[in-house]
């Protein structure tokens, strides 16, 4: 057989957290954002599963908007960095794209282009993140700027990122709604990134832009009720292939880091750091093996890692092993890993298949 492992993408499970995101912001439309190769669930899957449920999508440059009006995908698309040259005006125009403008340089393009049709703007706003977007106090002269050039359309949205709407404890997400707030300019308004959509209702606005949440995962630093509805889109799977029995006081793994308490059986399982599992997975870290939870004992090497299975009966080799999604929440693996867990999709390589169910 085949190396067992797969990257499962339950679309069923994308399009319940899509109806997740419409209970929740009922008023709102919806822009879905899947850049970065929908944070590593595959771009075209992706957005052809969400063509007939969301407003828009969202991705970080043209080219990745290419790729997906190449696969057919027909609605709105933000290119949440603008451009970054001049000449890709031409093709933005071409292809019907949303641009972000958030700099003088961005807007004198704009201004000076020739374009074959105009182009849908969305005026970004530095609200506090200090990362994107013009100054408040310029923004009125952005924003009468864009209106006044024949190469933009008149229905210009405008837009601001949150820094902190992950943290309920954080007072950041009320100073930046204030300053967004206090924008003197009729356009439009979009601020809600997954933590924004689930937590701060405030924050809705005309358009939302959820990520994270639709591929199922919390980005909440606390529980929250909201984020309990949502399901798990990517299941990474592997199987046992080894087994065996190791005396008390014996080390396991690279570097011997993980030392036997007692005599143990460590089961091998074919998947490891070049396969998108984080190298930087601690000893302890959840594996499920058979459905039950088992313990990960020694280092991540880069095609196997090793677990600690003495406790569960009836492992063998072929065992099916669970690394996360269902009934494994990613942001657990992610916190033994020391990172969140849009890093861990994002990061899955192409050698690990995703394999689509349509639920
Ligand atoms: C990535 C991104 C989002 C989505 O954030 P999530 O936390 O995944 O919901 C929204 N807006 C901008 C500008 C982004 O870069």
Redesign the pocket.
């Known amino acids: 057989m085949a190396r067992p492992n797969q990257a499962r993408l339950d679309l069923g499970a994308l399009r319940h957290n899509v109806n997740v995101a419409r209970r929740l912001a009922p008023a709102s439309k919806i822009?879905a954002?899947v850049?970065?190769n929908a944070?590593g669930h595959g771009a075209v899957t992706i957005a052809t599963a969400l063509q007939p449920a969301v407003d828009a999508l969202?991705v970080?440059c043209i080219e990745e908007a290419v790729e997906l009006r190449a696969a057919g995908i027909s609605l709105p698309i933000l290119l949440?960095?603008g451009a970054f040259e001049s000449q890709e005006l031409q093709q933005v125009a071409e292809l019907d794209l949303w641009l972000?403008v958030e700099n003088e340089r961005q807007l004198h393009w704009l201004e000076t282009a020739t374009v074959p049709a105009p182009i849908s703007c969305w005026l970004?706003v530095d609200t506090g993140m200090n990362r994107?977007g013009a100054k408040p106090a310029m923004a009125p002269d952005y924003y009468r700027r864009l209106l006044a050039t024949p190469n933009v359309r008149d229905d210009i949205v405008t837009?601001t990122?949150l820094a902190s709407?992950?943290d309920l404890l954080s007072l950041q997400t009320q100073r930046q709604l204030a300053v967004f707030d206090a924008l003197p300019f009729p356009a439009l308004r979009c601020a809600?990134?997954?933590?924004?959509?689930l937590a701060w209702p405030q924050a809705h606005y005309d358009w939302v832009?959820?990520?994270?949440?639709?591929?199922g995962n919390s980005?909440m630093l606390q529980d929250h009720e909201n984020a309990l509805e949502l399901q798990p889109v990517m299941t990474l799977t592997s199987a046992v292939i080894s087994l065996r029995d190791v005396a008390t006081g014996e080390a396991v793994g690279y570097g011997g880091t993980w030392v036997t308490q007692r005599p143990s059986r460590i089961a091998t399982v074919t998947i490891g750091y070049g396969d998108g599992y984080p190298r930087h997975a601690a000893n302890g870290t959840p594996v499920l093996v058979n459905g039950q939870r088992a313990a990960l004992a020694g280092r991540v090497s880069m095609d196997m890692i090793t677990v600690d299975v003495t406790d569960l009966s009836g492992v063998e080799a072929g065992s099916e092993v669970v690394l996360w999604g269902e009934g494994l929440p990613l942001s657990e693996i992610a916190l033994c890993a020391d990172t969140i867990g849009?890093e861990l999709t994002t990061r899955m390589p192409a050698r690990t298949r995703r394999v689509v169910i349509r639920g």
Do not use: C, F, I, Q
Request: glycine share 6%.
């Open positions: 822009m954002v850049k970065a944070y969202a970080a949440l960095e972000t970004k994107m837009y990122h709407a992950d809600a990134n997954s933590a924004g959509l832009r959820p990520g994270y949440m639709l591929y980005p849009y």
